[in-house]
């Protein structure tokens, strides 16, 4: 499923993909399995959510994100490290870090690696048309040597270089 993600942020602008029929269609004519091109869809699909997915910001300046149990078990430390990172620096302000939990923990995966966070992170990005500064964008495209996840990383990694 990650795989289709990177396939978009290469192939569409987040205005200019096609209706998901259409969409489902061409991603199998480039060779997507049905089972992950389905997962895909209905990934992309919470992306929009209630009222665009996006939450109130926090009514206190300096207020803290404060992690669920299973936010905890699924996000790791390098994770919600990362979330912090961006979210201190200014490239993603409340209602998206909670679209980026959010999104993080509709992936099957028992534990969300970082390198599927950064991805899941560039999704969201592109699904609101989120600028981002070009050092946080460089460090999304960073790879985790740490993590098994290395196809995705050179994939994404692959977007900018075109």
């Given at each position: 499923?990650?795989?289709?993600?990177?396939?978009?942020?290469?192939?569409?602008?987040?205005?200019a993909?096609?209706?998901?029929?259409?969409?489902?269609?061409?991603?199998?004519a480039?060779?997507?399995?049905?089972?992950?091109?389905?997962?895909?869809?209905?990934?992309l699909?919470?992306?929009?959510?209630?009222?665009?997915?996006?939450?109130?910001?926090?009514?206190?300046?300096?207020?803290?994100?404060?992690y669920?149990?299973?936010?905890?078990?699924?996000?790791?430390?390098?994770?919600?490290?990362?979330?912090s990172?961006?979210?201190?620096?200014?490239?993603?302000?409340?209602?998206?870090?909670?679209?980026?939990?959010?999104?993080?923990?509709?992936?099957?995966?028992?534990?969300?690696?970082?390198?599927?966070?950064?991805?899941?992170?560039?999704?969201?990005?592109?699904?609101?048309?989120?600028e981002?500064?070009?050092?946080?964008?460089?460090?999304?495209?960073?790879?985790?040597?740490?993590?098994?996840?290395?196809g995705?990383?050179?994939?994404?990694?692959?977007?900018?270089?075109?």
């Amino acid at each position: 499923m990650i795989d289709i993600l990177v396939y978009l942020f290469e192939n569409y602008l987040p205005d200019a993909c096609p209706e998901p029929e259409v969409l489902a269609r061409k991603l199998s004519a480039a060779g997507f399995g049905s089972d992950d091109i389905s997962a895909a869809l209905a990934w992309l699909d919470g992306l929009a959510g209630p009222e665009g997915g996006r939450c109130s910001p926090p009514a206190l300046a300096g207020s803290i994100r404060i992690y669920g149990e299973e936010e905890l078990d699924r996000l790791s430390t390098a994770c919600r490290g990362f979330i912090s990172f961006l979210e201190q620096n200014g490239a993603i302000d409340a209602s998206l870090r909670e679209a980026i939990i959010e999104r993080a923990l509709a992936l099957p995966d028992d534990e969300i690696t970082l390198d599927r966070l950064k991805v899941i992170v560039l999704a969201v990005v592109w699904r609101y048309r989120h600028e981002v500064d070009a050092l946080i964008l460089e460090e999304l495209l960073a790879e985790d040597d740490d993590d098994a996840d290395q196809g995705a990383d050179e994939d994404v990694t692959r977007i900018l270089l075109n």
